[in-house]
């Protein structure tokens, strides 16, 4: 077996961007450990990860072979009746095989396959040493790292993401000879760029970690991540609060610096008056700042920044970091105090004038008829009719504000606190505010019945408009993200609960749009509203699969097209417990066996069935189990307690079973065929009540 020997490289270079640099060093190892795969090299990978710091992607494998395993080759060659001829003697053909091969022909080997003898060439070569191979593995996975622009500098032909400065190649103990961006390989590498300006020599690959932290570099991300969640969360328990720290600003601090250390930072208390979403996206997209919170998750006047040194003067630098922010807080505080003196409602002049979209007209047409639907779903969910109109009229005046001209990620959430300071009530005021929820894949939905009436009127007017307007997505293009709004809005009225007609909205939200975009007389007036039904239930396909919910689940309740999304959801739940019965499977491979027969059927089906002509004892056993089992289930249906339907139903599979046992469905006398026919719908109806129970048969 081949020695085994750790492996480390490292690429030097200038600071590389912060969110590409993950990718960079996945790529990077990925590219080093598939080239040595590949050519057969063996490799212990432990626990090996990429590591990187903002200057520099490292691949640091405890175990690699110093040369690949013996390579055995089998080349095949031309059959017995071309490659000899009748004397046995070798033909041009098997003479130009042996020359190619470096042999004389008798010294070829033969196999057989299916269509005869041939000649064949095997060989065994040693393996080549890995200390070979690897400058053109390290050019191969250089070359296939997603760099979009590589940088040139000097006067190269070459680039990469930025200029390089250092290479270090070990294998063991010792250097592998290349050359590779124009720089060659040695065990040098180094280590802070202000800590510990110098050269850090490393002995052996295993000393890479442990040498880099003497010089002041973590090059381990994961070890970065710890020590600033640690230095972050003390810090703010210093200042009496509790650190806001999202993942990606958290992602962002850890590939910008080499060795982090806080800093704890103040700013002036009058700022606090601002919208605290302001001052922390200032904070955080800005500056990778970790704002302080209170115990009731209120922004403090503390932050902390992280630096990329030990500074002997940490108030220095926190001043630094304080003037910084001041003039953008200076900005959202002037933008603030102007728009208190405008009025949220005297916004809502601007709106006129803005075009929403060329065939729906203005953003005021907009919330027009986004209050007209609030207003109708409001009394179906218990809401009131006047509050859902107000907080629709008001929702999209800030988007003429001058915070959220700065910042536009506080739409709603400025519509909130102008319609607070202007003596709005708390429902509408939080409405403005919850009507963009979810904001994101993942986000919560509205929690207020008044927002969440909001957020489903102002997707729908969305969804009916787009449509209507010939705006549906294609391909990756979804100019008005009517996928998204498809997808918040089903998620809302389930999460809701509300048991609201689809259909009937999608109806109501389409007679409002202006009269240049309703159905043309050349298009069917029902086909826009199936069609945009559709598109909504398709979108709780993936939904639904996050959810561990299977595909002929989601199918067999979409067979329905259940008007309720609410209703919609209940099926799904209730297929899911049918699913796990015993008798599930015989009952829906019965099910899909009748609807073949149904299909197949001649003529008319009685709509019910004649006593008198069941003629076999199967048949009249299940009759009067279907008759009962309906009987049963009615109220439950009426009710829409479907898994007590189902569960109901279940108890039907042995008069089922024996039916299809002992009864020919089609038989000769028509009069019998057709009662039989009418027997096997009015159970298949009922079967399929709930869902096409049919879909879980495999």
Request: hydrophobic fraction near 45%.
């Amino acid at each position: 077996m081949s020695t085994m020997q750790p492996l480390l490289i490292e690429l030097g270079t200038e600071e590389l961007p912060v969110k590409a640099l993950p990718g960079l060093a996945q790529a990077f190892f990925d590219g080093v450990v598939d080239g040595l795969t590949k050519r057969g090299v063996t490799i212990e990978r432990g626990d090996a990860k990429p590591l990187s710091t903002p200057r520099r992607l490292a691949v640091l494998l405890p175990g690699v072979a110093v040369e690949q395993p013996e390579q055995h080759s089998e080349v095949l060659g031309p059959y017995l009746n071309i490659a000899l001829d009748a004397e046995g003697q070798p033909t041009k053909a098997l003479q130009g095989f042996a020359a190619k091969a470096g042999i004389e022909w008798t010294a070829l080997e033969r196999t057989t396959d299916a269509k005869g003898e041939r000649f064949v060439h095997r060989s065994t070569t040693p393996g080549a040493r890995t200390a070979t191979l690897l400058p053109e593995i390290l050019r191969e996975a250089i070359a296939a790292m997603p760099i979009p622009k590589p940088m040139r500098w000097g006067s190269h032909t070459y680039g990469f993401a930025r200029p390089v400065h250092w290479l270090v190649l070990l294998h063991g103990p010792d250097i592998i000879e290349a050359e590779v961006l124009g720089l060659k390989a040695d065990r040098m590498s180094r280590g802070h760029r202000f800590m510990h300006d110098k050269t850090v020599w490393l002995s052996a690959p295993e000393d890479y970690v442990a040498s880099l932290q003497a010089a002041y570099v973590l090059v381990d991300a994961d070890a970065r991540r710890t020590r600033i969640v640690e230095q972050v969360n003390a810090a703010a328990a210093q200042a009496g609060g509790q650190a806001r720290i999202t993942p990606d600003n958290l992602e962002q601090v850890v590939n910008l610096v080499e060795w982090p250390a806080p800093v704890l930072c103040s700013f002036e208390r009058e700022f606090l008056a601002v919208p605290q979403e302001a001052l922390i996206e200032t904070m955080e997209i800005n500056q990778k700042f970790f704002p302080v919170l209170d115990a009731g998750g209120k922004l403090t006047e503390k932050f902390i920044g992280i630096a990329n040194i030990e500074s002997k003067d940490v108030a220095e630098v926190a001043k630094g970091y304080e003037r910084v922010i001041r003039p953008r807080f200076s900005d959202a505080k002037f933008f603030f105090d102007e728009d208190l003196k405008q009025g949220l409602e005297a916004m809502g002049d601007g709106l006129k004038t803005v075009t929403y979209q060329a065939k729906l007209g203005s953003v005021a047409d907009k919330v027009a008829r986004v209050a007209a639907l609030a207003e109708a779903i409001a009394p179906q969910v218990g809401v009131d009719p006047v509050l859902a109109k107000r907080a629709a009229v008001l929702a999209k005046n800030d988007l003429q504000s001058r915070m959220v001209n700065e910042f536009p990620e506080l739409q709603g959430i400025a519509g909130r606190h102008y319609a607070v300071v202007g003596g709005e009530s708390p429902e509408v005021a939080l409405a403005i505010d919850e009507a963009y929820q979810p904001r994101f894949g993942g986000d919560d939905i509205a929690l207020s019945p008044l927002g969440k009436v909001l957020a489903i009127a102002e997707r729908l007017d969305t969804l009916a408009g787009g449509f209507a307007a010939g705006l549906k997505p294609t391909g990756n293009k979804d100019p008005f993200a009517l996928r998204r709004n498809a997808l918040g809005l089903a998620r809302t009225v389930i999460e809701s609960g509300f048991d609201l007609d689809l259909r009937a909205l999608i109806g109501t939200a389409l007679a409002g749009l202006p009269a240049g975009v309703q159905p043309s007389a050349e298009r069917k007036t029902d086909a826009l509203p199936q069609e945009l039904y559709d598109f909504i239930i398709d979108r709780l396909r993936g939904y639904y699969a996050d959810k561990g919910v299977p595909a002929t689940h989601f199918n067999a309740v979409a067979e329905l097209k259940p008007a309720s999304l609410y209703d919609f959801d209940r099926r799904i739940d209730a297929i899911g417990t049918f699913a796990a019965l015993p008798e599930a499977e015989a009952l829906a491979a019965a099910n899909k066996r009748i609807r073949n027969i149904l299909r197949k059927a001649e003529g008319a089906i009685p709509g019910m069935i004649d006593p008198a002509l069941l003629a076999e004892q199967a048949e009249s056993e299940l009759a009067e189990a279907v008759e009962a089992a309906i009987d049963d289930s009615n109220a439950s249906l009426h009710q829409k307690d479907y898994v007590s339907v189902l569960n109901r139903l279940a108890r039907l599979r042995p008069q089922v079973d024996a039916f299809f046992d002992a009864v020919m469905v089609n038989a000769e006398d028509p009069a019998l065929r057709a009662n039989r026919l009418a027997l096997l719908k009015r159970l298949g109806d009922r079967l399929g009540s709930v869902a096409a129970i049919e879909h879980l048969s495999n």
